[in-house]
C-alpha cells in the first residue's frame, strides 16, 4: 500500500507551492509545467475523484462498524367498540375512547461477521490501488501534453522563420528578375516563374503563422494561462541514444511502472473482488444487538408506562434467492476475465509503444545528423546553382528550386530535433518514468533566448482559471 501512496503523490512535486508563471510574460517550461499541474481541468478532476474513491471505502467501512438507532412516534387514537353480549348485569358495551400514546426505540447493532460487507472493504482498497494509478497516468500525460505543446510551438517558430526567410529571399531573386527583364537580359516567362514562386513562399509563410497562433492556444488550452514569448531550445543541446540503449531495459521499466499497466492490472483484482462478494451473498450474517422499547398512553383509568428491553444475537442465512446469488457470481466470473484480457491487451500496447518510441528516439539520433548535413549540401547546390545562372549555364527555375530546397531542409532540421526532443519524452512516459524532475532535465536545454507571438486581443483567462463557482464542501 506504500507503494501505491508513493506513486501517486511522486508527480505530485513540492515546488508547486512557489511562484507560478503570470499571463502574458515569458516563461520556460518547468515554469509552464507547475501551471498545468496548477490549473489543468482534467488533471483536477482526476485528483477530485481519487478523493473520492478515497471516500468509498469509509462508505463500505461504515457497515461494519457498530450502528445506533432511534426511532419514536407520538399519535392520537380513536377506538370505536359495538360489542353487546356477555356484560354482567347492569353492564354496558360498544363503549368508545380516545386517547393519546408515544413511544420509543433505541437500538444498537454491531456486526460480527459480515462476508459480504468485508469484501466491499476489501474491493475499496483495490480500487484506490486502481484509481491512484490513474491519477498518476493523467498526470503523465499532463506532462507530456503541455511539454509537447510546448516544443510544437518553438518548432512551429522555426519553420516560420525558415518560411519567412525563404519568402525574402525569392522576394529578391523576384525583383532581381524584374530588374533583367527591364534591361531585356532575360524573357518575362522567369519573371512570372519568380513571382509564382514567390506567391507560393507568401502563401506557406501565412500557413506557418497561423500554426504558430494556433500553437500557442494549444498550450493555453492545457495551462489556463496566456503566455507572450517563451524560451527557446539551445543549439547545443544533446542528441543522443536513450539511456541506457537497450530496449529490453525499457520495457522491463514500463512493466514495473507504467501507471496504466498498473491501473488495469489493479482492475483485475477489482473483478476478483467482485467475484468474492457475490459468493459472499451464500454465507451468514451475524450481528449483535441491543434494544429498548419504551410506550406510554393517556386511556382512562390505565397509568404509568410500559418499556422492555433486549441484548442478543441475530443470525440470518439466505436459503433460497431465486438463482440471483449463482447468476451474479457468473456474471461477475464474466466481468473477471474481460478484465484480464484487458490486462493482457494495455500490457502488448504498452510494450509495442515502447518499442517504437525507443526506435524513433535512435533513428531521429542520426535523423538530426542527416538533416544537418543536408542543410550545408542545399546551400552548396544553392551556391553552385546561382553560379551557373550567372553564366547562363541555370535558369530561374533552378535557383529558385534550389532556394526552397534550402529552406525546406532547414524547416526539417528543427522539426528533426523538436521530434527527438518529443519522443525522447514520451519514451519516458510510456516507460512510467516521466516526471517533473525528467521535465527539469530537458528544461536545462533552453538556452535563455525566447520565442514571442503577439496573440489576438481578448479578455485575459488567467483570472478565470478554474473558475467552477464556490467549491463544493462536506457537511459533517
Known sequence: MTRHRTLRRAL????????????????????????????????????SQTDSVEAGRDVQRGDLLPQVN????????????????GFPAGGTGGSDDNYNSAGLTLEATQALFDARNSREVEQAERQIDQQTYQLAATEQQVLIDVSSAYFEILRAYEVLEARRAQERAIGRQLEQAREQFEVGLIAITEVEEAKAAFDQARAVRIAAESDLQVRFEVLERLTGQRYSSIDALGEEVPIQPPTPDDRSHWVELA?????LV?????????SRSSVEIARAQRLPTVNAFANYNYADDDRDGVEGHNSASQVGLRASLPLFTGGRTQASIRQNTYRLEASQYD???QRRDTVQQVRSRFTQVSNNVSTVEARAQAIV?????????????????????????AEQNLYNAVADHASARYDYVI???????????????????????LDG????????????????????????????
Open 12 to 47: 505530485l512535486p513540492a515546488l508547486i507551492a512557489s511562484a507560478f508563471a503570470a499571463p502574458l510574460q515569458a516563461a520556460d517550461l518547468l515554469t509552464i509545467t507547475r501551471d498545468a499541474l496548477e490549473n489543468n481541468a482534467e488533471l483536477a478532476s482526476a485528483r
Open 70 to 85: 432511534a426511532s419514536g412516534n407520538v399519535s392520537h387514537n380513536r377506538q370505536y367498540e359495538s360489542q353487546t353480549g
Open 255 to 259: 512493466m514495473a511502472n507504467n501507471p
Open 262 to 270: 498498473l491501473a488495469s492490472e489493479a482492475g483485475v483484482e477489482v
Open 343 to 345: 490486462f493482457e491487451a
Open 377 to 401: 549540401s542545399n546551400q552548396s547546390a544553392l551556391d553552385a546553382t546561382r553560379a551557373g545562372y550567372e553564366v547562363g549555364t541555370r535558369n530561374i527555375v533552378d535557383v529558385l528550386n
Open 423 to 445: 519522443n525522447l519524452l514520451s519514451l519516458r512516459q510510456q516507460s512510467g518514468t516521466l516526471d517533473v524532475p525528467a521535465v527539469e532535465e530537458v528544461n536545462a536545454w
Open 449 to 476: 533566448g525566447s520565442v514571442s507571438f503577439t496573440l489576438p486581443e481578448e479578455g485575459d483567462i488567467s483570472d478565470a482559471a478554474m473558475e467552477i463557482g464556490e467549491p463544493p464542501r462536506p457537511r459533517e
